[in-house]
């Protein structure tokens, strides 16, 4: 997929001016509400057209204000999926899955009912009508909607923020799933840098109706450590937990991490640590309350806004701490130096529960 | 109270058919001007929506008369009609020309509010997954829109029951032919002795209005627990 954008676009005081390509199967487009990252959707949709300006897809011109080419939203094959559902309130779920597809030209098909029914687990939803489903279910049909218009680009407009936490990552799971079994290129569109990371390695940051950054999910989330309240989050994959002494006990690709005890919904999960749970030792603290003390060592340090960001490998796992600059010259902490890592029990918080036959969201590799 | 003739009887039901016979025909006119003014960006749309809005403002028997003008032997469409052998004039499709004009206004606003209540996020949703604008129209705007189109109808078909000025005009008062219950009212309302007569026609209506009334109303209950 190549998408060329070069747009302006006028909305009162407001103007939204871009101009970037995207390559690649998935980017994000990153930004607080009000950056334009929704007009950005409507514009390559064919929604609204720009004052001005070029968009391509694959080469192929969608708008270009030059040679009034102004191609309409049916005929782009960019599947949409919204924040609300939007589900055809008079069709069945079986009908609204089909919309897109029966409009879809004959050579164009390459996914089909069933093979989209299975990998979303639509089955006992089909004959029933879209007015008494959940929530979650609700937006995993419109995913199947939106894919099974065999798009060329699907894009999904903060397809995630109307679902509470549990089902957010129910859905991550889903929609990497569709995508990557039957290859569609994605746009995600997200305000939430945790979901962001969840879904791709590639982001576009938008600020003010203009392009702040085209960079690595993970760079950017390094650079907002500093900057968010909540620094950075460390996503670790936890398993094979047993109960020892009232704790929960799991293993981890840097070693053994001790959780407070009572969880026995699942043997593993997704759980996220902030980066500013973690305490840094030069030597090994004889006694400590927090139950987790790994031996690490310094890969890099970055700075992000008044912070330090340091990150630590701990055998197979990696970890990023936040400090302050001084603490790093009086550590004398520098890559390559020994350190050990505190962290309490209570700081680590689950994300998602794997369930049968879903896959975890797989947290994308540092960049 | 007085025994009905077959005058009155001919009256009552020539009201439920040029009623019912208007609203049929605005039906997709109506719901068309709806599309247009809800959703269509046009130069002219506010000369439509002026245009459309008019007979609701405007004195029936101005239109009654406009009508007469038009229709007539010298007006172009009366000629033009003329030519194929079409006499409108003071027939019962007079009278239904004269309810549909008058009644218009009314179903086009209910469409109106029914098509405007439709999330718009639907109507993307279906030009998104690749249906035009007129597919949009049929597969997603219409059947969104029927509540709409049921209130519509119910109200141009309720008023059209009591059309009188516009309809006196252009179809006359002819007993058996063009006289509706308004029409026979006013007759015997004129007349001396025809009270009677005249209070009992009002029943008439009155039961016909209510009946309206709660097929409406039942209507309307069903489709929200179709909803």
Redo the contacts between chains.
């Keep these: 997929m190549e998408l060329r954008l070069a747009t302006h676009k006028q909305f009162g005081a407001f103007s939204l001016d871009l101009d970037l390509v995207i390559q690649g199967e998935a980017c994000g487009i990153f930004g607080p509400s009000g950056s334009g990252k929704s007009t950005l959707v409507s514009l390559v949709s064919g929604l609204l057209r720009p004052d001005r300006g070029r968009i391509t897809l694959d080469g192929m011109p969608l708008f270009d204000s030059g040679s009034h080419i102004d191609v309409p939203p049916d005929r782009r094959r960019i599947g949409i999926v919204f924040q609300q559902p939007s589900l055809f309130p008079h069709l069945s779920v079986r009908g609204n899955l089909l919309y897109g597809l029966k409009r879809c030209a004959p050579e164009h098909r390459r996914i089909e009912l069933d093979s989209l029914v299975r990998v979303l687990q639509l089955e006992p939803l089909l004959e029933r009508g879209v007015n008494n489903l959940s929530g979650g279910e609700r937006q995993r049909v419109a995913i199947g909607r939106a894919v099974l218009s065999n798009p060329r680009l699907l894009l999904m407009d903060e397809p995630l923020s109307a679902l509470d936490d549990h089902l957010r990552f129910q859905i991550i799971s889903h929609l990497k799933a569709v995508c990557r079994e039957f290859r569609i290129p994605f746009l995600f569109i997200s305000h939430s840098m945790l979901e962001m990371r969840l879904m791709t390695d590639q982001v576009i940051a938008l600020a003010g109706g203009r392009v702040a950054a085209q960079t690595t999910t993970e760079r950017l989330a390094r650079e907002r450590m500093g900057l968010s309240p909540v620094g950075y989050i460390n996503l670790l994959r936890l398993e094979d937990m047993r109960l020892e002494g009232g704790a929960s006990v799991y293993r981890w690709a840097g070693g053994e991490l001790v959780l407070p005890g009572g969880e026995r919904e699942a043997s593993g999960g997704l759980f996220e640590l902030s980066s500013k749970d973690i305490i840094l030792f030069k030597r090994h603290p004889e006694a400590i309350s927090a139950r987790n003390l790994l031996a690490c060592t310094v890969v890099t340090l970055f700075e992000s806004g008044s912070r330090m960001g340091v990150e630590l490998a701990s055998g197979g796992g990696r970890l990023i701490a936040e400090i302050v600059p001084a603490a790093a010259r009086d550590l004398e902490i520098v890559p390559g130096s020994t350190l050990f890592a505190a962290i309490k029990a209570s700081a680590f918080r689950r994300l998602a529960v794997p369930e049968p036959g879903a896959a975890l969201p797989e947290p994308e590799p540092a960049g | 109270m007085p025994a009905f003739s077959p005058a009155e009887y001919s009256a009552i039901l020539l009201s439920l058919k040029v009623s019912l016979v208007a609203t049929l025909i605005s039906l997709p006119f109506g719901f068309l001007a709806a599309y247009f003014l809800s959703y269509g960006r046009f130069r002219g749309r506010l000369a439509l929506d002026v245009l459309v809005n008019l007979p609701l403002t405007l004195p029936p028997v101005v239109i009654g008369y406009l009508l007469l003008i038009l229709l007539g032997r010298y007006g172009w469409l009366g000629r033009t009609l003329g030519s194929l052998g079409v006499t409108v004039l003071f027939t019962w499709k007079a009278a239904v020309i004269a309810t549909a004009v008058v009644g218009f206004p009314l179903m086009v606003r209910a469409i109106r509010v029914g098509m405007e209540a439709i ?1 718009p ?2 109507i ?10 007129v ?2 129209l049929l ?2 705007i219409l ?2 829109s029927a509540r709409g189109l049921v209130a519509g109808s119910v109200l141009m078909f309720a008023r059209g029951l009591g059309e009188f000025g516009a309809t006196i005009i252009v179809a006359g008062n002819i007993p058996g032919v063009t006289q509706t219950i308004p029409l026979a009212i006013y007759d015997y309302a004129s007349s001396p002795g025809g009270d009677p007569m005249a209070l009992a026609l009002c029943l008439v209506s009155i039961v016909l209005s209510v009946a309206v009334l709660l097929i409406h109303e039942q209507l309307g209950r069903r489709m929200t627990r179709l ?1």
């Design positions: 999330d996020r639907l993307q949703a279906s030009r998104a997954l690749g249906a035009g604008p597919d949009c597969t997603v059947p969104l909803d």
